[in-house]
């Protein structure tokens, strides 16, 4: 896949889970797997940068990522 779901639970790093074919959606899959109540945007993984040298002071910016494709823990 070339998707990513970004989230960042309250005083934590950005995360970033790479799906993998298992016969759910993408939204199925940040539901099932982000923290209850966490935001989560899907993104072509294009747009993360290359150099993940410094990953750990990634910060996620919801305006410019645009409305939440999904929040953690919906059912």
């Not at 779901?5 to 993998?20: E, R, S, T, Y």
């Not at 294009?46 to 409305?67: C, Y």
């Amino acid at each position: 896949m070339e998707k990513r779901i970004l989230f960042q639970p309250p005083g934590a790093a950005v995360h970033v889970l790479i799906p993998v074919e298992c016969g759910l959606t993408l939204e199925e899959i940040g539901t099932k797997d982000v923290p209850e109540g966490v935001p989560f945007w899907i993104v072509d993984a294009s747009t993360l940068p290359a150099d993940r040298a410094f990953r750990e002071a990634w910060e996620l910016d919801p305006e410019g990522l645009g409305p939440a494709s999904g929040q953690g823990g919906e059912a």
